[in-house]
């Protein structure tokens, strides 16, 4: 905790020299006048190390946006579907591929009977494609396929889903 | 910025609080106890294995599901309404809206699931062989949950076929 508190400060230290560079460079040519807060002893030490600096804001910009990045793929729980982590080399061949142009159904046009028959065999198909899939079954988990013992435990009561 | 912390730092807190009052509220038999002990680093791996499978059948069935409804429910539906079956076109539309919300109960509970396996795939279970129970326990829970989720999305698909085999009768 100390650390990334030690960074976020290093970090908003670093942003606050950006905003006097630019500072400086306005008030350099005359446009504009904006006076920050000591920027009259950083600016030339920023203008002596040009260069560096920009690498270094360059570094930490992109480090603030992959932070940004990992956090929201972690958050919204895309990393649970990610099967390109490292240890799913296996499972990703599993993985069957999306028929995208496949089955599609157009929202525009006549209903009508004939119409109707060919969406329910296109409807049954792809329905049934979900049976070659396991169904999560509850079993796999009781003590005895998890080599615990033989007698499994009574499943808990299913939690309140919100609709 | 102190705001900002204090807010990560609370919410750290509920998170921690929240987990050790889940897992205090299942109890173990000490010979269960060493049993797992003895038996928890087979078990890992069983349940890495799982984890695993598990992965590769979530998308899979996550993709079918969401195919299923946005290539052949919802233009249906649309469809249903362009030809003024208004009757029709209100029965489809509220068995989608159940699908898809139940489509998101789905996902929800299976990062749930995912969230306790891998706190069980983590934990020392050694020195800590209750913690790790009472993970294994919580993902048992989410697991029966996702098992009556992928029922009841395989009875909403049903109720929409029917309903579609309703609606070509009227025609």
Do not use: W
Not at chain 1, 4 to 28: D, M, P, T, V, W
Not at chain 2, 34 to 58: F, H, P, T
């Amino acid at each position: 905790m100390k650390k990334s508190i030690y960074y976020l400060k290093k970090a908003s230290n670093i942003g606050l020299l950006l905003l006097r560079n630019i500072a400086f460079k306005i008030k350099e040519q005359k446009k504009v006048l904006i006076k920050l807060p000591g920027s009259r002893k950083v600016a030339p030490l920023i203008v002596r190390y040009r260069l560096l600096f920009s690498i270094g804001s360059a570094i930490v910009v992109c480090l603030l946006l992959t932070v940004f990045s990992v956090s929201l793929y972690v958050i919204t729980g895309t990393s649970k579907l990610d099967l390109s982590r490292p240890g799913y080399e296996e499972v990703r061949k599993k993985v069957t591929r999306a028929t995208v142009n496949e089955s599609a159904f157009g929202s525009n046009g006549p209903l009508n009977a004939k119409i109707v028959n060919d969406y329910l065999k296109k409807y049954k198909k792809q329905s049934q494609d979900l049976s070659k899939y396991d169904n999560f079954d509850p079993k796999l988990l009781d003590d005895a396929p998890l080599g615990l013992s033989s007698d499994p435990l009574p499943l808990p009561e299913p939690e309140a889903t919100s609709p | 910025m102190r705001i900002f912390l204090s807010g990560i730092i609370i919410s750290l807190s509920l998170a921690i609080s929240h987990s050790v009052a889940a897992a205090e509220q299942v109890e173990i038999e000490p010979q269960k106890l060493a049993d797992i002990k003895v038996n928890c680093v087979g078990m890992q791996v069983v349940l890495q294995k799982i984890q695993y499978n598990d992965a590769a059948n979530r998308v899979n069935r996550g993709q079918a599901y969401e195919s299923l409804v946005t290539r052949m429910m919802i233009p249906m539906n649309g469809r249903t309404a362009v030809n003024g079956l208004s009757s029709s076109t209100a029965v489809l539309a509220g068995i989608t809206t159940r699908y898809q919300q139940k489509l998101d109960s789905f996902k929800n509970d299976y990062e749930k699931y995912d969230n306790s396996l891998t706190s069980a795939l983590r934990i020392k279970c050694q020195q800590k062989p209750a913690d790790f129970y009472k993970n294994i326990v919580d993902a048992r829970k989410y697991r029966h949950n996702i098992a009556n989720d992928v029922m009841e999305l395989e009875q909403l698909i049903e109720d929409y076929y029917q309903a579609v085999i309703k609606l070509k009768s009227e025609l």
